[in-house]
């Protein structure tokens, strides 16, 4: 059996372990796959290098799909894609939202205590 078919078999067998839902699996594996590659770089939350990594293994997903099947099928490679990557990118976005405005706060934070009257202390994110 060619390294193609074998994956495919392999991956049909996960789906079917699953309910049948592939895109359930993919939400799924997805997830897991971006919190096992954060957990393998020791990176924090909001780690891109670790969506960058998932980014890179669904696409090999989909050249196995692609080698199986003889050709693109578009419209279910696209809908892979988007629900393997959809709440890594949205833990991501989140994260680096948080991140940006924890910093902001520390600038007022700091100038605060220096007596900076310019910059007045504001409001901590809930």
């Known amino acids: 059996m060619d390294p193609a078919a074998s994956y495919h078999a392999a991956t049909d067998a996960i789906v079917a372990l699953a309910g049948g839902s592939d895109k359930l699996v993919h939400l799924n594996v997805g997830m ?14 909001a780690s891109v290098r670790a969506l960058q990594i998932l980014f890179v293994l669904e696409i ?12 693109w099928r578009w ?7 988007v629900m393997t990557m ?3 990118t949205a833990s991501v976005l ?3 939202h948080r991140r940006r405005q924890w910093a902001a706060q520390e600038v007022l934070r700091r100038a605060a205590l220096r007596g900076d009257a310019a910059m007045p202390l504001a409001p901590r994110p809930r």
């Open 32 to 45: 897991a796959l971006y919190l096992g590659a954060q957990f393998l770089l020791r990176t924090r939350r």
């Open 94 to 96: 989140v994260g680096l």
């Open 86 to 88: 959809l709440w890594p």
């Open 60 to 71: 090999a997903n989909e050249v196995m799909d692609r080698l199986y099947f003889g050709e």
């Open 75 to 81: 419209a279910d490679t696209f809908g892979d894609i």
